[in-house]
């Protein structure tokens, strides 16, 4: 599918079937993830998969919703912020580099037919617990990874002219 209607197509997923996602697919989608452009290609990222079956239990108390679980896998990114790139102002892209690592994997899973929904609202602590992640590693988005069991909902999204200016703000 060309690049718009992958975009379009894509949305947040709260339901999913329990079939296995392939090795190869998992790969695909971690690639992507792996060529995301990071600040002076730094790569200040670690990326965690976990098969859900005999995990639920754990991954809840990472993340409560029922639909966290249910795909077969559960992707964490995690940035390590010794590694980040630091502006000269003091300004560290960590949280930058880590959302476009995000936007690569799921992406590139709507396009393979899967779906994602990204998760910032988790507890870190039982996330570092359950990951056994070191001090230096920091939980930063989750996301389910598996096959939709329904339908995409509309985006509802602001006018376009509502959020571009021109020239100045």
Partial sequence: MDFQELIRRRSSVRAYRS????????QQVLEAAWLAPTANNQQPFGLVVVRTEGKRADLGRIYHRSFFTQAPLVIGVCGVASQGWVRKDGRRYLDVDVAIVMDHLILAAADAGLGTCW????????????????????????????W????????QRKPLAELVRYETW
């Fill in 148 to 155: 939709p069991a329904e339908a995409p909902r509309e985006k």
């Fill in 119 to 146: 998760v910032a609202a988790f507890d870190a602590r039982a996330a570092r617990e359950v990951l056994k992640l070191p001090e230096t590693v920091e939980p930063i988005v989750f996301t389910p990874l598996g």
């Fill in 19 to 26: 079939d296995p996602v392939s090795d190869a697919l998992l």
